[in-house]
């Protein structure tokens, strides 16, 4: 997985503290672009961020644009450098991962339900343009919280999804801190159950926001029975390694990374990521807080122990998939594959 440059085209305003990046995607990359709905992609503009594509697969196969949303935060080193861009400046980027996604087919009649926090919209705007274009019998419930409506994130966006689907858009949303707002709080598990008979039975549904919105949700309507996708904007404060213990002993480490393997030592008490990225500077990473799964990889032999893991589902554990950025060796020699 390599890093490639892409081409801003324009940078628009998604809220009063907000922006959507909008890239030209040529020929060439599409392919590598290639995307499912609710999957974000990796940018590095000197730092690393990981951002939700807020546009459609179809838009990149047809015009070759793709769309990050990025919400800018007060003291935030990427928002500065967010705010800075302008057409024609080129931004390195990974190509998009991740599974808060869902197989979409023209034959299928589902009801889609998602549950977001401020820019957890993102991911959510292209799940819902690509699930109602491509299932003609499907619907959509979005119960959609934000502090005020102009900090709501993706209003407008949203609001055009509803011109053209109609009815099959069903939009709730919540203001926290404007109280002549007709649903006025936090999405609390509380407020999340009060407002489920509002939009009707769901089969399926997207959670995405802070952790908090997100863990409070999840039982609420899981309860139902519904199948539950879950994707986490960060966890609170950016987690950081804890310095390597030392007299933790030697760990023996062969890393495979496209297709080229490396050997090295490193301290059992160091994040397997902290120490390979001596060695591949390369490697892919973006929050390094077990939340974006950039880091992911297969332990083929020997052991770790994740610290975190918010990012990987048990059937990737249990076939053997990490979170590098979390793990630690539990056993004195360990081979990594980042190309499984
Ligand atoms: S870098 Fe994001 S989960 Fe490891």
């Known amino acids: 997985m390599k890093f490639e440059n892409l081409t801003v085209d324009a940078v628009d305003a ?3 503290d907000g922006l959507m990046i909008t890239f030209a995607v040529p020929d060439g990359q599409r392919e590598r672009f290639a995307f499912r ?3 974000h992609v990796t940018l590095d503009a000197g730092l690393r961020r990981s951002y ?16 990050v949303g990025v919400r800018l935060l007060p003291a ?3 928002s500065k450098i967010a705010e800075g861009l302008r057409p024609g400046d080129t931004v390195a980027a990974l190509p998009p ?31 819902v343009a690509t699930a109602l274009s491509v299932e003609p019998a499907s619907t959509f419930a979005v119960i959609c919280g934000n502090r005020s409506s102009a900090s709501a994130f993706g209003v407008d966006e949203l609001a055009d999804l509803k011109d053209r689907f109609g009815a099959r858009l069903h939009i709730v949303h919540v203001l926290s801190r404007e109280a002549s707002a007709s649903l006025h709080g936090r999405l609390t598990p509380a407020l999340v159950a009060d407002l489920l008979p509002l939009v009707g039975p769901v089969d399926e549904w997207f959670l995405c926001g802070p952790l908090g919105m997100v863990e409070g949700a999840r039982p609420v309507v899981a309860a139902t029975g519904a199948t539950v996708h879950v994707e986490l904007f960060h ?8 310095p390597a213990e030392e007299d933790a002993g030697e760990v023996e480490v062969e890393l495979v990374l496209d ?3 490396t050997t090295f030592s490193m301290s059992a008490g160091e994040r397997v990521l902290d120490a390979a990225l001596r060695h591949r500077t390369e490697l892919p990473y973006a929050c390094r807080g077990g939340v974006c799964s950039t880091c992911r990889a297969k332990v083929l032999a020997g052991s770790v122990t994740m610290a ?3 990012a990987l589902d048990p059937a990737e554990t249990a076939a053997g998939y990490v979170l590098t950025c979390q793990s630690q060796p539990s056993s004195s020699r360990i081979v990594i594959d980042y190309d499984a």
């Open 14 to 16: 998604l809220s009063d």
């Open 37 to 39: 709905p609710g999957q």
């Open 259 to 261: 297709g080229r393997a």
């Open 52 to 67: 939700s594509i807020c546009s459609t697969p179809a838009e990149l196969a047809e015009r070759g644009r793709l769309r």
């Open 235 to 242: 966890v609170g404060t950016p987690p950081t390694a804890p």
């Open 97 to 127: 991962l991740g599974r808060f996604t869902t197989d979409l087919t023209p034959d299928r009649a589902r009801r889609y339900g998602a549950v977001v926090a401020g820019s957890g919209i993102t991911p959510v705007l292209s799940l």
């Open 308 to 310: 975190a893991n918010w």
């Open 76 to 78: 935030g080193e990427f």
